[in-house]
């Protein structure tokens, strides 16, 4: 089974700029091109979140209009510049995203490994949270399933990473999250997004990852108060590979027209 992981393109309105500088949808719309070039396609897109940078309608219809070409079906949780009703909205072809402003949180059993998706969303904030509500369901989520591999997609990571701008934003309940994930060893990974880099982490008693971004790239500035930049690394995305002998392997790929390959002599 093969994963693909795009997050934060932040997909403004038709003929609009990010900070009058990137051009989200085009670059989203590379993105996807690279996805459907891949020698071997994925089974599964998962979209982790600020899918959209306002969350408004024309902003997921053109996000749609970008997806549209992706030969593999995607599965989509918000991030903190979502809106959970127009996300919802958006996505009429999964009747399994819940609709009226609940929580966006589900569980796919389609393939050989099972997919929960989680609603970090706190809205009007930046930071994350899992509330005891979110919590309560996850853990009952994990525990039909005890013995069958399992990624957690989600959009804030719940763990700090050392760039200061974003981590002070926070994650409210992180400790409490930690502790359900721990009392289930199934879980192979759990996917974020938000932070605009691939970042890993040991955490739970598995790993925590996040990856870059399909557009823009948050600064990587590791100093006591680094200031808030972004930079235009080349956009990217992320693979998860899964085999029953190796468990799951994570890759990340560039977006872009490289030179090569060539074959080594």
């Known amino acids: 089974m093969l994963i693909a992981q795009l997050t934060d393109p932040h997909i403004k309105g038709p003929g609009r700029l990010l900070a009058r500088r990137v051009d989200t949808a085009a670059l989203l719309a590379g993105a996807v091109a ?46 903190n510049h979502d809106e959970r009703g127009a996300l919802a909205a958006a996505f009429t072809e999964l009747p ?12 796919v059993e389609d393939w050989p490994v099972r997919l929960i998706g989680l609603d970090t969303v706190v809205p009007g904030a930046a930071g994350g949270a899992m509330c005891a509500e979110r919590l309560a369901w996850l853990d009952a989520t994990l525990s039909e399933q005890p013995e069958r591999p399992t990624v957690l997609f989600l959009h804030h990571p719940p763990f700090r990473t050392g760039i200061g701008h974003m981590d ?98």
């Open 34 to 79: 690279a996805v459907n070039a891949l020698n071997t396609p994925p089974d599964v897109v998962l979209l982790t979140g600020d899918l959209v940078d306002a969350g408004r309608p024309e902003e997921y219809g053109l996000l749609r209009e970008i997806l549209q070409p992706l030969k593999a079906p995607v599965l989509p949780i918000p991030g």
């Open 96 to 107: 399994f995203l819940p609709r009226g402003g609940a929580f966006v949180q589900y569980v």
């Open 168 to 265: 002070d934003f926070g994650f409210d309940g992180m400790d409490a999250f930690a502790a359900v994930v721990r009392r289930h060893p199934q879980v192979e990974r759990a996917l974020c997004g938000h932070m605009h880099r691939p970042i890993q982490r040991r955490w739970a008693g598995t790993l925590a990852s996040t990856a870059p971004s399909t557009a823009h790239q948050v600064a990587l500035d590791l100093s006591e108060g680094g200031p808030a930049c972004f930079v235009m690394e080349p956009p990217g995305f992320q693979l998860h590979l899964w085999r029953e002998d190796t468990g799951l392997v994570s890759h990340t790929a560039a977006v872009g027209a490289w030179d090569g390959p060539y074959p080594f002599a």
